[in-house]
């Protein structure tokens, strides 16, 4: 194998273990035996696990970045909802190590991983932006979308500890919470309730914001 | 000054400057200089800047929970909209900090830095589960108050990026927030509808949640 394609094979069995346990738990001789390699020679490639792990999540970062890309054709709300569930089967292929990354511990905290990370929710932020086809977006806006992807992560992470929800309900109700916060953050703002309007407008009768109203109206009454 | 009086006092010090700039840019010299003693004595009452950032931060984590205690009386509307009034008073004294801590910047990370702001999230969330009056929560309800909780953190530092956004607003904003998450889950799970059923059984009609209802009936015509 040449340099360049034996990296991206430890790359690749490397992202394997540190999705499957928590990557504080994942040795080099792992990787190595893993690898089919010796310990000694990831070392020639990689100067440490910190720089495999940040090459690994560099990778997985990139793979949940294009998951958000979806066509800008059809109801808002069926889109948003087609992205929950490449989201939820990339959480669900990488739980451990999504877990370990997002709770933050030591081993896995560096300038290059945050900014990662941060990179991934810049990506999400910029997708939504871009269904709703706006370009210069009110600062309500803005506190809507980034805080309802914190909101997203949030769930995930609780949807790890244990799974007690079915992820199919929770890739439903992020949809609908999107909808509920943009709802509430229109009450306080004009700028807001034009892009709110806009978002229900092509909306089908039975999208999954229709299907929200509807349930809110039963459960009010 | 004895032992204990003078590390307090360096605590407190030191805590002044971390909130009002990102940590990382705050010397032991600086924290020396603001006491008035020397800088060997300040390593003489703490090993370095870190274990110092540590004593001064579970200073703050405390200050935190404390606010989050409300007394068990009137609407619960209300009293969650007291708690956030004085979350955005601590939120507001500690700035930058409080920024550079929660978007995890390497200097400040530690698994003691980790374990203090899960303190305060868990103090948060047994408060709340404690005015619901809940023991033994429900998955959802669970997935509920815990996501609501990481909304308001990121609602919090979104704010402190700018303030384009009146903080008064925003604690209002972060009531309703509570409310229409929990009415989305309340349309999946009969266990959530009884909850949400008691939370807004003593709801007097200008409360902050009764002012939702009648802004969201108002937007949708």
Chains 1, 2 share one sequence.
Not at 80 to 100: E, T, Y
Not at 127 to 136: A, E, G
Request: net charge negative; charged share 25%; glycine share 6%.
């Amino acid at each position: 194998m040449g340099v360049e394609e034996r990296r991206q094979q430890l790359i690749g069995v490397a992202l394997e273990l540190f999705s499957r346990r928590s990557p504080d738990e994942v040795s080099i001789d792992e990787i190595a035996a893993a690898a089919g390699i010796s310990r000694p020679l990831v070392y020639h490639y990689f100067p440490g696990k910190l720089s495999l792990y940040e090459a690994a999540l560099k990778r997985a970062s990139e793979d949940l970045a294009s998951r958000f890309v979806e066509p800008q054709e059809g109801p808002l709300g069926s889109r948003l909802l087609r992205v929950m569930r490449r989201f939820f089967d990339f959480v669900d292929d990488h739980g451990p190590g999504f877990s370990a990354l997002m709770r933050g511990g030591p081993a896995v905290g560096s300038s290059t991983t945050n900014a990662l990370v941060d990179a991934v929710r810049q990506a999400a932020y910029d997708q939504i932006l871009s269904h709703l086809r706006v370009t210069n977006p009110p600062a309500r806006l803005e506190l809507v979308v980034r805080s309802w992807i914190s909101l997203a992560e949030s769930t995930a992470l609780i949807w790890l500890d244990g799974r007690r929800i079915p992820r199919g309900e929770l890739e439903v109700q992020l949809v609908h919470d999107f909808a509920a916060l943009a709802a509430v953050s229109a009450t306080y703002d004009e700028e807001m309730a034009a892009v709110m309007r806009d978002i229900v407008k092509d909306e089908p009768g039975d999208g999954p914001f229709s299907d929200l109203v509807v349930r809110l109206v039963a459960l009010a009454s």
